[in-house]
């Protein structure tokens, strides 16, 4: 039990990689979205290029560009920091993609409608696209939160002490390797479990009253 | 001088010339029924005019000012004209009070108190006062209708475009709409495009029967009904009347 405080930094910096990759993700992802669906040809391809380069490559490969890579082009990261910035790239590609199809979704004659009443593009996005985009998105989004939540356990390989790695460490020292790895899959168990409730809460909270639940939109697959 | 002026207006998408040169005009508060078959460019022309697809060739004057120009304010002018479109196009994540108020706050400025005020005003004006805390889906298809002219009546347009606004709805509906329609007969100008014959009959000053792209005649009503000087045009009535009764 003297390797219960190790495991709840570890714990602390998984779930900052979680958080922070997860809102950075988000605000990449509506630029991405918007780019790709509203953008001109240019703007839209870029977004498009963007998208899949990220989703066409492992994310383990794209933290080693990052984190080996970079500082021969001048750029060097600390590991915590590499892993937040490869993270959230990946996440935003991700959410990108499911925005996408939500905005997709909406019935184009509500941005026409926005448009009858004097609004500007950037106002119907604003204020008509964007809030019910966002809702549609937001079962997608619980499992974009579950799937970094697992998926922050690839960083120790660049060497950044969150919850996983601080484990094998500890593991390693004590030959507990089961009791060690009992607790800490019994930690993301409950982590997901709590994450996805409190999310389903807020997303009946957000429904629109008298539209029955969406259509889902294909997600990336939260092993 | 007319209110709003149509000026040889040409319109194609890709090769398929859609709008061969199309001219009228109306007076303030007046209201027209553009009739035709399917496919002959009444949307298209209704699109024209407040520019969601600008016309390739021809002017369009509102209240002597030409809106076709390309350096005038299409966002200060579509806030003039009024939208009502058939698949009603409300926004679904709002209330009908605040379909109708929004653009009073994002677009003219309102606080939010005054704008839901006057929304308050125009839900009264078209029946709906009970319904302001519903949400589109909760509300019947003539209700909706009657939100999206609430919605267009909010930013005081002069003229108000409607596209066939009874065409999704069931007949037991229409007749609600049609009322609260012809109530603003004479207080906004209307261009209505519509099958609702009895409606063309009793509330139009004008009716304007396109045919191909064109203008094929136009009169009031009494005339177009009773005395076509077009074959074609006597042609339409006769079969449309059969088709959707005579009043
Ligand atoms: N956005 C568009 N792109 C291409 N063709 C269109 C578009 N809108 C309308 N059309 C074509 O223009 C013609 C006239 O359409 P429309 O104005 O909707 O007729 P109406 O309202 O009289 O039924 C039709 O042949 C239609 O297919
Ligand atoms: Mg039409």
């Given amino acids: ?223 | 001088m007319h209110m709003l002026e149509v000026k040889d207006i040409h319109k194609s998408y890709g090769d398929l010339e859609v709008l061969k040169g199309i001219s009228f005009s109306m007076n303030k508060g007046e209201t027209a029924v553009i009739i035709g078959t399917s496919g002959t460019g009444k949307s298209t022309l209704l699109r024209c005019i407040n520019q969601l697809h600008p016309p390739d060739k021809g002017e369009i004057w509102l209240d002597g000012v030409n809106i076709t120009d390309p350096k005038i304010d299409i966002n200060k002018i579509r806030q003039k004209i009024g939208f009502v479109f058939q698949e009603f196009n409300l926004f679904n994540h709002l209330t009908a009070l605040r379909n109708v108020s929004i653009g009073l706050e994002k677009v003219k400025g309102f606080t939010k108190e005054k704008a839901e005020k006057k929304a308050i005003e125009e839900l009264k004006r078209v029946g709906l006062k009970d319904q302001a805390k519903q949400y589109p889906a909760q509300l019947s298809g003539g209700q909706k209708q009657r939100v999206g002219i609430a919605r267009a009546l909010a930013m005081d347009p002069t003229i108000i475009l409607f596209d066939e606004p009874t065409s999704a709805l069931d007949p037991e509906l229409i007749g609600d709409v049609l009322d609260v329609m012809k109530s603003l007969a004479h207080k906004v100008a209307m261009l209505v495009v519509t099958h609702e014959m009895g409606f063309a009959r009793n509330v139009a000053d004008e009716i304007i029967f396109m045919e191909g792209g064109v203008i094929v005649e136009s009169g009031p009503p009494k005339q177009m009904f009773q005395n076509p000087k077009k074959a074609r045009t006597k042609e339409f009535l006769g079969r449309i009347s059969t088709l959707y009764g005579k009043d």
Avoid at chain 1, 27 to 53: D, N
Avoid at chain 1, 192 to 206: D, W
């Fill in chain 1, 1 to 223: 039990m003297e390797s219960l405080p190790s495991l709840l930094d570890g714990l602390y910096i998984t779930l900052i990689l979680t958080f922070i990759s997860l809102i950075a993700g988000l605000f990449l992802g509506i630029g991405l979205a918007l780019g790709r669906v509203y953008g001109g040809k240019i703007v839209s391809a870029i977004c498009i290029g963007y998208i899949e380069i990220i989703r066409g490559t492992p994310l383990l490969v794209q933290l080693f560009i990052i984190y080996f890579a970079f500082p021969s082009i001048g750029i060097t990261l600390e590991a915590i920091d590499a892993a937040l910035l490869g993270l959230s790239l990946n996440s935003g590609a991700y959410q990108a993609e499911y925005l996408r199809g939500s905005i997709q979704s909406i019935p184009s004659g509500q941005m026409v409608a926005a448009r009858t009443i004097g609004m500007t593009k950037l106002q119907s996005i604003k204020n008509i696209v964007l809030p019910q985009a966002l809702r549609i998105s937001i079962p997608a989004w619980s499992n974009e939160l579950i799937y970094l939540l697992k998926y922050t356990s690839i960083v120790y390989i660049i060497q950044v002490k969150e919850l996983t790695a601080e484990g094998k460490f500890i593991a390693a020292e004590t030959f507990k390797f089961l009791e060690i790895f009992a607790i800490i899959a019994i930690i993301y168990l409950v982590l997901t479990i709590v994450f996805s409730t409190i999310i389903e809460k807020f997303e009946k909270k957000l429904r629109i009253p008298g539209l029955g639940e969406k259509a889902k939109i294909g997600l990336r697959n939260a092993l």
